[in-house]
């Protein structure tokens, strides 16, 4: 080959690697020039990633700083489907360390459109730890919490639960779940194309939610619930409730229904196991309904407690007949044996003494037919009937008891009132919001303090030589009333089997520490309150009174069943 013709080529040579090196700078500087702002931003999506940082939601407390509700760590694991190479052995990885199902998550792992997607939500820290080791590009975690039930069934209906975004899905978690929810943060994380973090390069700042501390007690709570759910496995009931509260304040220290459920695994719980039937169900009280007339008839001076009637076995009242539980015949009563002797003829006569109008206005006095306003979500306001929608028949029944609804913690907070010397306090079961917002219920006069007195004293009877002597306890006087109710059935009339067995009274009666109020639906066996219901309020108050050192007001009672 000539030397002239080798020169050539290299000349060639040289200038294609000159056109290519041009073609390359010009292309550079075009991209630089033109496209450098979209290509930073793709950039900056690529490696740039917005978490949310939730808000540790605050704790809720008993009375006695016992934790009912707390945020257990937990940590989520995310993905970014476009950074993930190999999405079957990622999805194999997260199976073997979390033990989800590969094959379910496969297809979301998979999906390359998709920018963000949750592997697992609140997954054990450990577990979760353990996978971050692996350093798999396209996974991402962050700490967050899962809500925790540290006392298991014990309150469950009361506290209810948070869902898996830790937002209060029933109960107290729902009816305060602004205070406690806080409010959460994002962080932006810029990455390493390995997927590490360099830097976070935003944030907004997380606010905590705020503790809330209740009323209750969760030592006397769970005695309760365990007195209850003997007393359903003893009488084959269909349920039973219980309220025990604080005359004073109106803070109620037990809030009670069986069977129960564990709030830990609250998605597995039918709804009708899970609501609080204390507050949200209705039932016919029966006789324990019947202070509301005495009560009025004192207070309106019409009689006292000496007065004395001449009845009848049954009493005619428009078209219904009424008469007495045990057949007997004409008694002459005064109006405090008429109460301790549960005489359904004495206190019609009592009330048509009244008169209707009188007797709804007394009814809705002692706050029965709306709401009392306990801080708990669902509370129903019962049935009660206007004065236009009585018949000449109603003035008959409504006073025993029959042709009303009510709720366990409505007759509750009525007891309470003549436990109070008159004075009806709202109940509550918050009793402070955070360090300071205490909780201020609403109060209002019923009763003056003489009648109170005297209605205390017959439903003393009640207990000593009535219908409710399986209510006493040993040492302390105790008051209260039995009830014993047909359940209304389909066809508009009264079942002749299912039957709602109650008592309701406070203890100790001279200075009235407890009111108990017990509800049992549907026993079998036995349907009366004083059967039913009376030893389990005797058994709660026995075991409250002891653990809240209340002294006995009685002492040679106590001596004498020893």
């Known amino acids: 080959m000539s030397v002239k013709r080798a020169n050539r080529r290299i000349r060639l040579l040289v200038a294609l690697f000159a056109l290519v090196f041009g073609l390359a700078l010009a292309r550079a500087g075009w991209l630089q020039a033109v496209k450098a702002q979209g290509l930073d931003r793709l950039a900056a999506n690529q490696h740039r990633e917005t978490v949310d940082v939730p808000a540790h939601r605050g704790t809720i407390y008993d009375r006695r700083g016992v934790e009912l509700a707390i945020g257990a760590p937990a940590t989520t694991v995310y993905a970014n489907p476009g950074e993930i190479r190999e999405p079957r052995l990622v999805a194999l990885a997260v199976e073997e360390e979390l033990g989800m199902s590969a094959e379910e998550l496969l297809p979301k792992l998979a999906d390359r459109s998709r920018g963000f997607v949750y592997v697992a939500r609140q997954a054990d820290p450990k577990d979760a730890e353990a996978l971050e080791r692996r350093g798999i590009v396209g996974l991402g975690f962050y700490p967050e919490e899962r809500r925790r039930y540290p006392q298991r069934s014990v309150g469950a209906e009361v506290v209810g639960y948070a869902g898996v975004d830790n937002r209060g899905l029933a109960g107290l978690e729902l009816r305060f779940d602004q205070v406690l929810r806080g409010a959460g943060g994002t962080k932006t994380i810029v990455k390493d194309p390995l997927g590490n973090t360099l830097e976070v390069v935003e944030s907004e700042s997380v606010e905590d939610g705020g503790d809330v501390h209740l009323t209750l007690d969760h030592t006397v709570q769970g005695q309760v619930e365990r007195i209850l759910a003997q007393t359903v496995q003893d009488w084959s009931a269909q349920s039973a409730s219980a309220v025990v509260l604080d005359p004073r304040t109106g803070g109620v220290l037990a809030l009670a229904v069986e069977p129960g459920f564990d709030a830990n695994a609250f998605p597995g719980v039918p709804p009708d196991r899970q609501r609080n039937r204390a507050v949200t169900d209705t039932y016919e009280p029966g006789s324990t309904f019947k202070i509301v007339t005495i009560s009025a008839a004192l207070e309106s001076g019409l009689v006292s407690p000496g007065t004395r009637f001449t009845l009848p076995y049954d009493l005619q009242v428009a078209d219904r007949v009424i008469h007495d539980a045990e057949e007997r015949g004409t008694v002459t009563l005064s109006v405090a044996q008429i109460l301790s002797q549960s005489s359904n003829v004495g206190v019609i006569t009592v009330a048509l003494m009244l008169q209707s109008e009188a007797v709804h206005q007394w009814i809705k006095r002692f706050g029965f037919g709306r709401e009392t306003g306990i801080d708990y979500p669902g509370e129903t306001r019962g049935i009660v009937l206007p004065p236009e929608k009585w018949s000449g028949s109603t003035i008959g029944n409504v006073p025993l008891g029959q ?48 009648t109170a007195m005297q209605v205390r004293k017959m439903l003393r009877g009640v207990v000593e030589t009535g219908s409710g002597t399986a209510a006493h306890v040993p040492g302390y006087r105790v008051a209260g009333k039995t009830g014993t109710a047909a359940k209304p059935d389909d066809q508009g009339g009264y079942s002749e089997y299912d039957y709602v067995a109650s008592f309701v009274g406070f203890v100790p009666a001279s200075r009235p520490r407890l009111v108990i109020a017990v509800a049992v639906d549907e026993p079998r066996g036995a349907i009366w309150g004083g059967t039913v219901a009376a030893p389990a309020f005797a058994e709660i108050a026995k075991f409250a009174l002891q653990y809240l050192n209340v002294a006995p007001d009685a002492p040679g009672t106590l001596a004498a069943s020893g």
Do not use: C, F
């Open 403 to 450: 042709g009303i609804a009510v709720t366990p913690i409505q007759m509750a907070a009525a007891y309470a009132a003549l436990a109070n010397g008159g004075v009806w306090i709202q109940p509550h079961l918050v009793d402070r919001i955070g360090d300071g917002q205490t909780v201020k219920p609403r109060r209002r006069r019923v009763l003056s303090e003489e």
